[in-house]
Antibody
Framework: QVQLQQWGAGLLKPSETLSLTCAVY????????WSWIRQSPGKGLEWIGE???????NYNPSLESRLTISVAMSKNQFSLDLSSVTAADTAVYYC??????????????WGQGTMVTVSP | DIVMTQSPDSLAVSLGERATINCKSS????????????LGWYQQKPGQPPKLLIY???TRESGVPDRFSGSGSGTDFTLTINNLQAGDVAVYYC?????????FGQGTRLEIK
C-alpha cells in the first residue's frame, strides 16, 4: 500500500520561502506524476503543480513565478519551494499521486497534509 | 482557468435517502476522441485529505461502495449517493483534469437531516 509522508516548516513570515518535502513509501515512484495541492478556506482546493520521476514539471500559472517543484529520485522524494510568501499562501498543503502514468489526472493517494501559516 | 461550480453548497438528507450533488464546468470536459469525461469526485471528512471516489465521471475507484455513482457528460455532472449512511457526512468536491491547470469545485457539505 503506497503511502505519502510529508513534512516542512509550518510557520513562516511574509517574504520567506515555503519548503515542503513528500516521501513515497511502499510503492513505485517512477512512472507517476506527483502533485502538490493546497486548501484554504478562501480559495478551496488549488492545484499547485506536478512532477514526474525524470523531473518533468507542470505548474499552475498563477503560482509559476514563485514556484519550484523538484525530485530526488534516489530517495523517492519530491519537494515544493514557494518563494516570497504572503498571508494568501496560508493553507493546508497536500502532496498527492496521479492515478495513472499520464500528466493531469485525478489523485488516488494523498499525504496527511501540512498546515502552513504565514504571519508577521 | 476552467471554473467548476457545484450546487448546492450544502444539503441535508435523511438516513437511507438519496443525496444528489451537481457540478458544472465552464467548458466541456468531454474528449471526443476517447469519449471520456475528465471529471473526478472526492469525499473529504474533517481533518483528512480528500478521498477519490469516482473518475472518468462515472468509474468508481476500487473499494468505493456502489451506493456512490457518477453521471453526466460535457459540462454537467452529478454525484448520487443512495441509501445515505451516517459515515457519508463529508464535503464532496468535483475536479476537472481535461485542462491545465487542474481545477476543483468549491465543495458541497452533506449533512444528515
Amino acid at each position: 500500500q503506497v503511502q505519502l509522508q510529508q513534512w516542512g516548516a509550518g510557520l513562516l513570515k511574509p517574504s520567506e520561502t515555503l519548503s515542503l518535502t513528500c516521501a513515497v513509501y511502499d510503492g513505485s515512484f517512477s512512472g507517476y506524476y506527483w502533485s502538490w495541492i493546497r486548501q484554504s478556506p478562501g480559495k478551496g482546493l488549488e492545484w499547485i503543480g506536478e512532477i514526474n520521476h525524470s523531473g518533468s514539471t507542470n505548474y499552475n500559472p498563477s503560482l509559476e513565478s514563485r514556484l519550484t517543484i523538484s525530485v530526488a529520485m534516489s530517495k523517492n522524494q519530491f519537494s515544493l519551494d514557494l518563494s516570497s510568501v504572503t498571508a494568501a499562501d496560508t493553507a493546508v498543503y497536500y502532496c498527492a499521486r496521479g492515478r495513472t502514468t499520464v500528466t493531469h489526472d485525478v489523485f488516488d493517494i494523498w499525504g496527511q497534509g501540512t498546515m502552513v501559516t504565514v504571519s508577521p | 482557468d476552467i471554473v467548476m461550480t457545484q450546487s448546492p453548497d450544502s444539503l441535508a438528507v435523511s438516513l437511507g435517502e438519496r443525496a444528489t450533488i451537481n457540478c458544472k464546468s465552464s467548458q466541456t470536459i468531454l474528449y471526443h476522441s476517447n469519449k471520456k469525461n475528465y471529471l473526478g469526485w472526492y469525499q473529504q471528512k474533517p481533518g483528512q485529505p480528500p478521498k477519490l471516489l469516482i473518475y472518468w465521471a462515472s468509474t468508481r475507484e476500487s473499494g468505493v461502495p456502489d451506493r456512490f455513482s457518477g453521471s453526466g457528460s460535457g459540462t454537467d455532472f452529478t454525484l448520487t449517493i443512495n441509501n445515505l449512511q451516517a459515515g457519508d457526512v463529508a464535503v464532496y468536491y468535483c475536479q476537472q483534469y481535461y485542462y491545465s491547470p487542474i481545477t476543483f469545485g468549491q465543495g458541497t457539505r452533506l449533512e444528515i437531516k
